[in-house]
Each structure stands twice: as structure tokens, then as C-alpha cells.
């Protein structure tokens, strides 16, 4: 039998969420007094989910690990959110916006899903306005647009390079309107440690507090995860240092269903990497490429000089510079999407053609918009962005172009969920990034913004009433029901584990051997020969782990603990990687195997044996077992992706 | 690059404090101030001790979590940057750097360089918000704004609460927190309905919360990493004014 059902409503494609929303069940509203929601995550997806269904008058408890819930990594997006608007008259609409998706995906996400998620575009800009996000304006008072990677339409709306903060802050303004309210309780610098399920539905969650190091007990009618993506298994990543796996892989290994996991998304605008020491990577907006020109020069022997520091980059005369991005897609040129612009930055660099002292670097010269638009122009739309890069590389964008190189930026993989967002769990329903549900094999520009938001505002405040519709002659789900307590006792012993190897080696030592072998291995390009080598190194780094790892046991606050921790479901989650990444022998979006590649190097698909979702259930951690949800394409048709003509 | 650390360390917020020392060598000058923290700790960690427990998570300038109070300047000092964002090329080699918490009466010590800021999300709660709900809102372009307010507006939204502007001031007053807050929703029509309800709740918590009155000397608007203006505390302070005048009649 079949496990998995995506429970997509009958309809054409066009009317199936608005037949969903006038067939689902409702709560009536002294029900939903009654009832008890869990948020875990506060970033766009958590706080507009926490928030809506708060306003919506349901009991909800919401859980972040920062100080504050307005620090979720969202807040660091920075080029816009995409929607469906056609402000511009370009031409834009709903089925194009998701036709675009769908593409840019490589035609491995589910065609419902991201309709709708085109559909909710448009009132996600309406309800942002109405927060009082102050997006960039026209001087006619009307709200700007600017173009973004895998489309041939304006529709990203942003406020400055800080548009996710901007969008945040506004999901954190009704969330914060909630808890004044009362209909919220918020609960701050938590890690959600285990899943609790009574009965088959998912009733709570156990939470470590990062004060005090106490763990607590937190029961609801449903769960929602929202806990972001897991980019952080290859140590250097865009996320921030606590974005982490372990909500995600708890909820998997109690027998939610993971999909996709090895659809990651290598970012190709990224300040490079310089150093063993470094922490993290440092994104450059992609909404640079609308006016920067990616380039490396012609000939090698160039390159070699500019590794060695010889000569600058304004030294290279205009006929000796190749933009390869324009050369080799002359319809998208600079704005192919992420997986294109970042592969063929890789293909450049093992050529012999990177640009600084490490070889893994290429240029984004604004020489020509600077001529074009002017100075002033160019620092009204990218100023905060040179500003950041010139603090960190020391090197001014308006002179001398910057250099750039993919990082590990998103991930597409996530809990599978159905139509309705819920896992294979009853109850447990995952949001924005920790979901796979909308972008395929590799996400567009100003996408996960919407999707976030979506799914929190406008997709879970439907969804979940429909499953806690049978739910209101539940009372309050005690949390002295055993399940807690073996929850719990699970908990503790994760921690005691690691606490009593007492070994030599930090967290950090081994999650950067982690990085080191997914990079190499499970990067941005993979084959079954390094696929196989990752496997087996990995489970060599999990044991090394359990005999090496240091922990400092002190009471309260340990940073090293939290650490640890994490390391430790990246390990198993590097393998589920790396296992799927050999599964999927094919090329498509973010997952390019070399094995199968066009003669001029493009990804090919195949979409006769892997035209499929890959769902994996947990059976221990060496076996996991396949599902496949099989895709159905009605409104669109399978094609190569062509970003050329 | 080689340095001499001076360090607050406490263990919680119950017992006292001190500096310890510390030395760190060969950090590259690339190494963000965070960076070079983290190689101490490594080293803490392996010999057994218990690392310098310090807030951080985007690193990269946006999530206002960072905020360590370095050779006495919030931030260190240096225009427009984060602690995060701080490289250590910024410091002299073989120089001594002390590095302390954010010292304000609302901010109380956690542990070590770790403060707690929770009382900044409850001036928000009190009424930094538009209280529209999800859903029945018109058409995003149904209301105009000028290019010129949006921009200002934009400009008072870039603040990342990290509390610098708290830290500098002798008062420990939010007013340039609250004022940034104010007069984003202020500039905007969506927000400005709400704007006399809005200045008094906020303004009214600031003081329960035991925030201090305007110093009058902008050490604020010096040392905020967002270069967020004073002129926003003026706004405030016009409508909070305006508030309280129209609320006697």
C-alpha cells in the first residue's frame, strides 16, 4: 500500500483551493478556545502562523530559540518576495508566476501546491502593506518592482536589501500583538528536543531551556514545525549559527516522512570563502545580478596573474573578459536561476579561470550599470549591500568589482506534507522551510518569503481547522501521560550520551569534518563514486563522534551542548543526504549527479524512472525506507528547462 | 594577529562578576571579533574550562542577537557595524581589548557577555504594531505613499533591537528604539491611525520597564549599527506630546 496520499482537492488546477476552502471543516469559535496549538519557530512561517491563528482565537504556544522571536534567520533574506501582481504590465499573472516556479523547480514539485502558493502571492504584498512594511515605492506613491533570477517579469517586491527583515518585523508585530492579547504565550530561547506522540497523533513537544538547561513538557491538539531549513550540515553555510535540523529529524525519526533531502540549494552570489577559521558565509543579495555582470577573464594565463595578485581586475580590457553567464544563456544571461549561475561559476573555477588567491572565485562588476544609471542610482538600490561586503573583504564594489562564489544557502528537502501541510504524522504539520512542499529541485529568487508567509498566513489557518474540526471533544492533553515522560527520559539520555563520552574534540572540529566531506561529496556536483566514499566516511565521523566529543557539564547556559547536539543529527542527516543523492540518478535543479549531462554540461532530467518525490520513513538509522509520490504534471508540460532562447 | 582579552565573566545572574584574561594568537586580521571568540573558546573547551558564553547567530549584521560592549563603545565603536561584522584588521596587533555585556539596569546579566533583552519585545507587545488582522486588507496599491515618506519609514524600520542605543546611554533610555518604531508606523498611513494609543502605550511601558528618560547627548544615534537618527526621538516625543495634550480634553 501506498502511504502516501497528497490528499490534493478534485478541480481544475485553478479552482481547487478555493473548492478546499468552501468544502473544509471549521472550528466554531467557542471551540476554539479549547483548543491548544504549538508553534516551534518564529521565523516567517511560525509568527504569521502563531499569529493568524491566535487572532483566529485558538490557544497558542510558540517557541524560538533566540532571545527573541524576532531574530529568526528570516530576517536576514534580503533581495524581496516575489508575487503575481503585474503592477508592472509585463505580463506577469498567476499562472505565469506559477508556471516560473514550477520550472525553476525542475518540474519536481506538486502542481496544486505551488498554484496556490502563486494564488496567496498577491494578498501576502496586501497584508504585508497593511502591517505597515514599508516596501520600496515609485515616486508616484505606487510600490516598485525589480526583476530576480528564473523570470522574464518584474513581480519581486523589496524594501531595500532588507526586505525578510522588513517582512519579519511584520510577522513579528501580530505576533507580538497576539501575546498582548493574551491568545499567544510565547516561550524564548527554547530548542525543541523530542516530538511527543500519543496515540498516533502528534500531542506535543519536549523543549530544552537554554537558561537553565531544564527540559520541559508542552502538550497541544497539533504541532506545527517551523524550525527552517538544515543548509548548517555543511558547517559554512548562509544560515545562521543555531539554524539546525534537529526539530525536523526528532518529528522524522518518530515516524514523519522525510522528502527530498538531498534538493539543497547552492546560492551563487556569496563572498568567498577565505579561511579555516570562518564561521560562516556571507550572502550577496541575488538581486545584484539585475545590474551586476558576472565574469572571468578570457584567456588563463589572466586568471593565474589575478590569483597571484599581479594585476586588477580593471586592468583586464573589455575583449579579454568572458561573461560566461551571457555567453552561454543569452535569453536570462545574468538572471538564470541559482542552480544554473552557481554551477557554471564552479565550471569556470575548475577550469583554470577563478579570480582570487584560492582559485573559487568570480567577478560581479558593476562597472557598466554605474556608466548606465549613474553612481547615486546604483547605492540607492545596492547600498547597504556594498557597505557589507567592503566591511567584510576590505574592498570597495564602485571601484573594483566584487568577488564572488556559491555557499550552501537553502534547502529544498524538508518533512513531507500533503496538500493540507500535515506530515504522515496526525497533527504535525510543517511550514516554510522545514517542509518540501513548493520548490522542486531548486527554488527561485524571492521565493521562500512567499512561501513562508503562505503557508503561516493563509494556507495552516485553513488546513489545521480542518483536522481539528474532530478534535473539540479532546480536553487538554495532560503532559503526565506516559509518552511525555518516555519523551523526556529520551531526551535526557540524548544528553547524558554526550556528556559522558568526554573525548577531545569539539563540536565545531567535527561538524566542520561534516562540512568538509558534504561539500566535496554531496556539493554541487555529485557522482555515484564520491556519493558511495561520503557514506562511508560519514558513518566513520558518527562513531568518532560518540568516542571524541567534548562537552563541557556545567549547569545552565552551554553553548557546547546545544552544539553537540545539533552535530549529532547532522551526522545522520549528512547520510539521508548523501543515500537519496544516490537514489536520484538523474540531474535536475540543485541535484546535478555528473553521471548524467548534456554534452554542453546542462543538467538532464529523467523524467521516465525519477519524475517522483523521494519520502523516507525512519527504520534505523542505517535503513530508512522509500516512498515515492509520483508527480502529475495536467497544466504544464514537461520540458527541458531552456534559460538560452 | 596577537591579543591581549580582558573579559567579564559571571557565572549567572545571581552572582557576582570579573574580568578575566586572557591571550589569543594568531588570528588572522580577516577573523570577524566573533570569529576570533570562537578560536578562544576552542581552545577554552579542549583544556577542560568552560567557554565564554556570548549572543550571536546570523553573523552577518541583521538579527540585533550580537552585541558585546568592546574597549568601552558598544560595538567597539566603529560607524555603522555590527560586533559580528567587526573585523579584527580593525585592531592593533599585540593590543589589549576588554570586552564587557551590555551594562543597563533592564538589561540583566545571564551569563558572562549574555544579557537579557526580553524587555525590548515588550515594548513592541504593548503596542508597536499595526492591529490589523490576517486577511481583508485592501489592495497593496489602494493606498499611496510618497517615495520620500516610504524612505523614511524604511530607514526607522532598520533597526535590529539589539540595544546598543540602551547601552550607550547614561540614562539606559529606548528612546531611540521606541522612537524608530513610532515613527515607521507614524510615516505610514496604514500605521498612522493608531499612532496616539500607540506612543502612550509604548512610551508608558518604557518607564514600568525601568528604561531611563533621553540623555540628550545622541550616544545612541553614534553608536547605532543601523545609523538610525535622533530625529526619530523628536518624532516621538511630538507625538507623544500631541497624545497627551488631545487626551486632557
Redesign the interface.
Known amino acids: 500500500m501506498n502511504k502516501l496520499n497528497a490528499n490534493i482537492p478534485d478541480g481544475p488546477l485553478s479552482e481547487k483551493w478555493t473548492r478546499y476552502k468552501s468544502e473544509q471543516r471549521l472550528v466554531n469559535p467557542s471551540n476554539k478556545r479549547k483548543l491548544d496549538i504549538i508553534v516551534v519557530g518564529t521565523g516567517l512561517a511560525g509568527a ?1 502562523a502563531a ?2 491563528l491566535g ?1 483566529m482565537g485558538f490557544n497558542v504556544k510558540a517557541f524560538c530559540i ?6 529568526a ?1 528570516s ?2 533574506a534580503q533581495g524581496g518576495i516575489n508575487a503575481a ?1 503585474n ?1 508592472q504590465n509585463d505580463g506577469d499573472s498567476v499562472m505565469r508566476l506559477f508556471k516560473d516556479t514550477i520550472k525553476g523547480g525542475d518540474y519536481r514539485a506538486r502542481e496544486a501546491n505551488v498554484y496556490r502558493l502563486a494564488e496567496l502571492s498577491n ?1 501576502i ?8 512594511v ?10 516598485a518592482n525589480r526583476s530576480f533570477g528564473g523570470a522574464q517579469v518584474s513581480r519581486t517586491f523589496y ?2 536589501g ?1 526586505t ?3 517582512l519579519l ?1 511584520g510577522a ?3 505576533l ?2 497576539e ?2 492579547k493574551g491568545t499567544v504565550k ?1 516561550f ?1 530561547r527554547r530548542e525543541m528536543m523530542e516530538l511527543v506522540v500519543v496515540d498516533g497523533r502528534a500531542r506535543g513537544i519536549i523543549t530544552r531551556n537554554l ?1 537553565t538547561g531544564k527540559l520541559e513538557r508542552h502538550s497541544a491538539h497539533a504541532v506545527i514545525i517551523a524550525t527552517g531549513g538544515y543548509g548548517n550540515v555543511f558547517f559554512l553555510s ?1 544560515n ?3 539554524s539546525n535540523g534537529s526539530a525536523i529529524w526528532q518529528c522524522y525519526k518518530k515516524g514523519a516522512f522525510f522528502a527530498n533531502p538531498c534538493f539543497t540549494q547552492i546560492h551563487p552570489t556569496c563572498i568567498p570563502v ?2 579555516d ?4 558565509l ?2 550577496m543579495s541575488e538581486s545584484l545580478r539585475n545590474d551586476g555582470r558576472i565574469w572571468v577573464p578570457k584567456d588563463e594565463k589572466t586568471a593565474e596573474l589575478l590569483r597571484q595578485g599581479k594585476i586588477k581586475a580593471s586592468e583586464i580590457p573589455e575583449n579579454e573578459r568572458d561573461y560566461y553567464l551571457e555567453r552561454r544563456y543569452p535569453a536570462f544571461g545574468n538572471l538564470v536561476p541559482r542552480d544554473v549561475a552557481s554551477r557554471a561559476a564552479k565550471e569556470r573555477c575548475d577550469a583554470g579561470f577563478g579570480v582570487n588567491n584560492t582559485g573559487r572565485a568570480v567577478f560581479l562588476d558593476f562597472k557598466e550599470a554605474i556608466e548606465r544609471l549613474g553612481k547615486d542610482a546604483v547605492e540607492s538600490r545596492y547600498g547597504n549591500l556594498f ?2 561586503y567592503e ?2 573583504v ?1 574592498q570597495n564594489p564602485y571601484d573594483t568589482p566584487m568577488m564572488i562564489y556559491p555557499a550552501v544557502h537553502y534547502t529544498m528537502g524538508g518533512l513531507w506534507v500533503d496538500y493540507e501541510l500535515q506530515t504522515t504524522i496526525k497533527g504535525l504539520f510543517a511550514a516554510g522551510e522545514a517542509n518540501f512542499s513548493d520548490h522542486g529541485a531548486n527554488r527561485l529568487g524571492a521565493s521562500a518569503l512567499m512561501q513562508g508567509l503562505a503557508d503561516g ?2 494556507v495552516l ?1 485553513y488546513t489545521i481547522q480542518n483536522y481539528l474540526a474532530d478534535q473539540i471533544a479532546v480536553s487538554h492533553i495532560s503532559t503526565d501521560l506516559q509518552e511525555f515522560a518516555d519523551a523526556e527520559t529520551k531526551a535526557q539520555r540524548r544528553i547524558n550520551m554526550i556528556l559522558d563520552v568526554k573525548g ?1 574534540e ?1 563540536a ?2 567535527i561538524h566542520k569534518k561534516l562540512g568538509h566531506i558534504m561539500w566535496e561529496k554531496v556539493g554541487m556536483s555529485r557522482d555515484e563514486k564520491g556519493l558511495k566514499e561520503a557514506v562511508a566516511e560519514l558513518d566513520d565521523l558518527r562513531r568518532f563522534f560518540w568516542q571524541n566529543i ?3 557539564d ?1 549547569d ?2 552551554n ?2 551542548l546545544e552544539k553537540a547536539l545539533r552535530v549529532a543529527d547532522f551526522l545522520e542527516m549528512g547520510k539521508l543526504i548523501a543515500t537519496d543523492a544516490l537514489m536520484r540518478e538523474e540531474s535536475c535543479g540543485g541535484h546535478f549527479r555528473t553521471e548524467h549531462q548534456t554534452s554542453d554540461g546542462e543538467a538532464m532530467r529523467d523524467d521516465e524512472n525519477f519524475r517522483f518525490v523521494a519520502a523516507y520513513e525512519y527504520n534505523n538509522e542505517d535503513e530508512p525506507r522509500l516512498h515515492k509520490e509520483e508527480l502529475f504534471f495536467e497544466s504544464i508540460e514537461l520540458k527541458n528547462r531552456n534559460y538560452k532562447s | 594577529m596577537n591579543f591581549t582579552l580582558k573579559i567579564w565573566r559571571q557565572h549567572n545572574a545571581d552572582s557576582k562578576g570579573g574580568f578575566e584574561t586572557y591571550k589569543v594568537e594568531d588570528i588572522p586580521p580577516e577573523a570577524s571579533f566573533l570569529e576570533m571568540l570562537d578560536i578562544l573558546n576552542e581552545g577554552i573547551v579542549r583544556k577542560g574550562g568552560d567557554p565564554v558564553a556570548f549572543e550571536h547567530d546570523c553573523r552577518e549584521g541583521i538579527c540585533g542577537c550580537c552585541g558585546l560592549y568592546i574597549n568601552g563603545h558598544p560595538h567597539g565603536g566603529f560607524k555603522g557595524t555590527t560586533t559580528c561584522q567587526l573585523c579584527m584588521r580593525k585592531f592593533k596587533n599585540g593590543e589589549t581589548i576588554v570586552v564587557e555585556p551590555w551594562r543597563a539596569k533592564p538589561f540583566p546579566v545571564i551569563k558572562d557577555l549574555m544579557v537579557d533583552r526580553s524587555a525590548l519585545d515588550k515594548i513592541i507587545q504593548a503596542g508597536g504594531y499595526v492591529s490589523c488582522h490576517t486577511g481583508g486588507v485592501p489592495d497593496a496599491n489602494a493606498v499611496l505613499v510618497s517615495k520620500h515618506d516610504a524612505d523614511l519609514a524604511m530607514d526607522a524600520a532598520s533597526c535590529i533591537g539589539c540595544g546598543a542605543c540602551v547601552a550607550a546611554c547614561k540614562n539606559a533610555s529606548a528612546m531611540l528604539f521606541v522612537g524608530a518604531k513610532i515613527s515607521q508606523l507614524e510615516l505610514l498611513p496604514q500605521g498612522r491611525i493608531e499612532t496616539e494609543e500607540r506612543v502612550k502605550k509604548m512610551v508608558a511601558k518604557m518607564d514600568e520597564l525601568g528604561f531611563g528618560n533621553c540623555s540628550d547627548t545622541r550616544a545612541c544615534q553614534a553608536v547605532c549599527p543601523k545609523k538610525i537618527k535622533v530625529t526619530n526621538i523628536a518624532r516621538m516625543n511630538r507625538n507623544y506630546l500631541w497624545a497627551k495634550l488631545k487626551g486632557k480634553h
Not at chain 1, 533566540?66 to 531574530?71: A, G, K, T, V, Y
Not at chain 1, 577559521?277 to 560562516?280: E, H, L, N, R, T
Open positions: 504569521s499569529a493568524s487572532e533566540q532571545d527573541s522571536p524576532r531574530r534567520h530576517i536576514a501582481k503592477y494578498n504584498i496586501d497584508q504585508c502593506v497593511a502591517q505597515g514599508p516596501f520600496a515605492r515609485e515616486y508616484s506613491g505606487m510600490l524594501a531595500k532588507q525578510g527583515q522588513q518585523l513579528y508585530g501580530a507580538s500583538k501575546i498582548n510565547m524564548t537558561v548562509t545562521a549559527m543555531s577565505h579561511g577559521y570562518q564561521s560562516k556571507t550572502l557597505e557589507m566591511r567584510i576590505d498566513y493563509f489557518p577531545e569539539t565545531d572540529s567534548k562537552v563541557p556545567v545552565g547556559v553553548p557546547e
